[in-house]
């Protein structure tokens, strides 16, 4: 009986902090665009990379909640392969905390060969540009456990989907 008692306090007291946390950010607008430090490192790669040889583009940054839903249909209501599992509101890219990149060889030209050695150094680009973006603080999409996502790079801050959801941002856990 004593243990249910304190189960049921410690509970209490979890579910009040939640809500508590809930309401302290939950009127915030979503971000409108790629955040600052997002930016300025997505900067920093496409320079590290072309000091390498290696030219890269951003094929995507920011994506708006519609944006995202409609990717989200690819592969499931519409034509084409699926390409995330993220709807709108689950994506980084809807914080403005990720960037998808792809190789660019020539002008004009973009892919995404993972094995490709544009500057024959016997490495692949695909990761030499993945080695830079993490030095950089990014996470890449290709270590995720169930859903390998190459092109994606990510800065989370240490935020969940669930607290980005609730309105918590990078500036409240930034020091």
Known sequence: MKFRII???LLLIILGYLFFQYQKYSNRPMPSSL????EEASEALIDQAEQ????IIITDDFRSIEEQNKIYQQGRDRDGEIVTNA???ESYHNYGL???FALQPRQGEVIWDLEYDGNQNGESDWMEVVDIAK???FSWGGDFARFKDYPHLQMDFGLSIAELKWGKRPEDVID
């Open 7 to 9: 189960f049921i306090l």
């Open 98 to 100: 990720a960037i998808d």
């Open 135 to 137: 030095s950089l603080g």
């Open 35 to 38: 955040h600052p430090h997002v």
């Open 52 to 55: 390498q040889g290696i030219s």
């Open 87 to 89: 709807k709108g509101g």
